[in-house]
């Protein structure tokens, strides 16, 4: 019998659908019900594509004596994370300020009024690792619960108020500067894994956001250590098993630090900054493998991502079934073992697969598989040979069972899908890229948007879910307006991006110290109102926000915006010299603002090669607005005429203009000019 989870819409959600617990959805009424009944409330964290949280299902959620236990004594919260954010923001800074820890599963014991009392993550059936069993949980929390019920009120409230009183105090802060940025780079310097490419050890994310701070600081400066650090970054994930070698795109992160051995997942966001970052790392250095990986990423998100509606899915799963055990394994369908390329190719290609791909008879993931890699440095391969094995062992894999895919549609993730195709398609000629962002634009535009410019969190298969757009959402989905204003020169994008960051500035923003806020002002109040500044998997929506803000304001004037986008980048002079690996994309936008940015408008034929020019320069987090003379589609082409009938570019930076160009290789040296 189907729980209250059968009519959401979160794949996540659904997945629990049919557990024996009595799940409900986060909602008043659960916490009503805890009320009622009064027993606590288990709130479980988790999402579609995350390995273990589809353990803990298996191995308790769906056990009916485990279930049993549950409906007995706690009203059951499932909460898919991507969905609500917020919710899972707020109780995993409590998991990690009582553990040191987290991650998901989360798993937390909260009061009905949703104070949170004792922490945990993953809990196995068994005792294990000293690690308790998930039922010994259940029944020490109940037991305190009956038992020492004032003291539990206690803890929960002494920990509802520490949370409540960590107000980040980076309001009002100056600017950062070269100063900043300098230390910025000198610790990552030395966080740097010289051997490995990456920072720091393993588990190994891939860096994207750094990595675009540091190609603009080499734009910026002529910094050449920041410029080989990104490049020797980029080729080692790119040669390392996290990057799919068959078929493009990039898993979650690495378990070990040489990139080699990933956790299978593939996140939209993910490919999303990586794309984009090999697409500016190509245009930084002419790179042809950064060019090969960005346009493989985004024939990725296209191929496996996109959905029926136009927009793009969140996640494929790291597990699937194996075809020889019948098993939901990790991994199964993307490794290799040396008998499944012979059987595939026949021996003599599946020796030389072995060699290019590395694949050896020891493995390098389990039970003698191997993830495939290019780890050759030389060697002499027939490029025509490697493409045939490529392509055969790319259909031979299209039979095995696919991982699951998370088909919701988040804002956010989708507002970084559209800026990463919008660009990459206009630098290397693929206007079917730029149709893919353009549609995805539609979509937000049409589904997600209310006729008041508020945004809704997530969709699936057309329809709207119930949760308010977070900041991230309305930050990300005009970053992804902004790009196709400069891909397209259609002036309506820019007009949406501004109705978005008007909220932004409404009603996420602290008036006084201009700091900023994950939900809104007027959104459901929770123990407290969530805030991060902070960038880790994805912007955040504080440094997203900058960045948004910073643009549209060159675009248009707007003083009102960039005085919001520097008072928000206070917190990168605060957090920059102290932490630059987790505020890669606030030191990023922290360079555009030093360098103006420039606003370049080209006057002519959108998509003609000054336009062309102007978006593949160099000059940190340029605009770019093109149309032919006369149109009022952008700010910036207003009062600027061709040039003795010739197409034109004018280049402006802090209140000054240089005279106009009409030469793109003029224009390209004039983006590439450093301040150092």
């Known amino acids: 019998m189907p729980n209250r989870l059968a009519h959401e819409t979160s794949p996540y959600l659904l997945q629990h659908a049919d557990n024996p617990v009595d799940w409900w959805p986060w909602s008043a009424e659960a916490f009503a019900e805890a009320q009622r009944r009064g027993v606590p409330v288990l709130l479980s964290v988790g999402y579609s594509s995350c390995h273990w949280c589809h353990v803990m299902a298996h191995e308790s959620f769906e056990d009916q004596a485990t279930a049993a236990v549950l409906n007995e004594n706690f009203v059951n919260i499932k909460v898919d994370r991507e969905e609500r954010p917020d919710v899972d923001a707020v109780y995993m800074e409590a998991v990690q300020a ?28 068994e005792p294990r690792h000293g ?85 603009r600081h080499h734009a910026r400066t002529g910094a050449e250590g920041a410029l080989q650090m990104a490049v020797d970054t980029c080729e080692r994930m790119a040669r390392g098993g996290i990057y799919d070698q068959l078929g493009g795109g990039f898993a979650r992160y690495s378990v070990d630090r040489e990139f080699t051995v990933p956790h299978f997942e593939k996140m939209l966001y993910d490919n999303a900054l990586l794309c984009r970052a090999y697409a500016h790392l190509w245009r930084s250095t002419g790179s042809e493998l950064a060019k090969r990986v960005a346009l493989e990423t985004a024939d990725f998100m296209v191929r496996e991502l996109r959905t029926n509606e136009g927009g793009f899915a969140s996640a494929l799963d790291a597990d699937s079934e194996d075809p020889v055990s019948g098993k939901h394994v990790e991994g199964a369908y993307y490794v290799w073992t040396p008998q499944q390329l012979g059987e595939v190719l026949g021996e003599a290609d599946a020796e030389a697969a072995a060699r290019y791909y590395g694949v050896t008879a020891e493995g390098t993931f389990e039970e003698g598989a191997s993830v495939l890699q290019l780890p050759q440095e030389d060697g002499v391969f027939d490029a025509g040979q490697t493409e045939r094995i490529r392509e055969r062992l790319r259909e031979a894999r299209s039979r095995r069972p696919a991982p699951g895919r998370d088909d919701k549609v988040v804002a956010a993730w989708n507002g970084l899908a559209i800026a990463a195709l919008a660009e990459t398609g206009a630098y290397f000629g693929r206007q079917d890229l730029v149709d893919a962002a ?77 700091a900023l806020y994950d939900t809104a002002s007027d959104a459901e109040q929770l123990i407290r109102r969530p805030q991060d500044p902070t960038d880790n998997a994805t912007p955040s929506g504080w440094s997203a926000a900058a960045g948004a803000l910073l643009s549209y304001a060159a675009h248009t004037g707007s003083e009102p915006h960039r005085t919001a986008a520097e008072r928000a980048l206070g917190v990168v002079k605060a957090l920059g010299p102290r932490a630059p690996r987790f505020i890669g994309n606030g030191l990023a936008v922290a360079e555009a603002l030093l360098d103006g940015p420039r606003e370049i408008a080209v006057v002519g034929e959108a998509g003609g090669r000054l336009h062309h020019a102007a978006l593949t320069g160099t000059a940190p987090g340029a605009v770019v607005a093109a149309g032919e003379e006369g149109s009022d589609e952008l700010p910036l082409l207003a009062d600027r005429p061709l040039v003795d009938g010739r197409e034109a570019a004018y280049v402006c930076r802090h209140f000054v203009c240089d005279a106009p160009v009409t030469d793109a290789e003029e224009l390209k040296r004039m983006l590439g000019e450093t301040q150092a």
Request: hydrophobic share 40%; proline share 7%; with cysteine.
């Open 131 to 215: 690690m308790p069993s998930f039922t010994q949980v259940l029944h020490g929390v109940r037991d305190a619960w009956t038992e020492r019920h004032g003291e539990v009120t206690e803890v929960a409230g002494k920990i509802t108020a520490d949370l409540a009183a960590r107000e980040l105090p980076y309001g009002n802060t100056d600017l950062p500067g070269e100063n900043e940025l300098a230390q910025a780079l000198l610790g990552l310097t030395r966080e740097y894994d010289a051997t490995y490419g990456g920072f720091g050890g393993a588990p190994k994310f891939p860096p994207s956001m750094v990595i675009e701070f540091l190609l």
């Open 438 to 514: 353009v549609c995805a634009g539609d979509l937000l535009v049409r589904l997600h948007m209310d006729p008041l410019a508020r945004l809704a969190r997530t969709s699936k298969d057309g329809r709207v879910g119930a949760n308010a757009g977070v900041l991230e959402d309305y930050s990300d989905v005009a970053e992804g307006f902004l790009a196709l204003a400069s891909v397209t020169g259609e002036g309506v994008w820019l007009e949406f991006a501004g109705f978005l960051l008007d909220h932004v500035i409404d009603r996420f923003t602290d008036p006084e110290s201009g």
């Open 98 to 125: 009582a553990t040191g820890q987290g991650g998901w599963p989360m798993t937390v014991f909260l009061t009905p009024d949703a104070e949170p009392f004792y922490f945990g993550t993953y809990f196995p059936p």
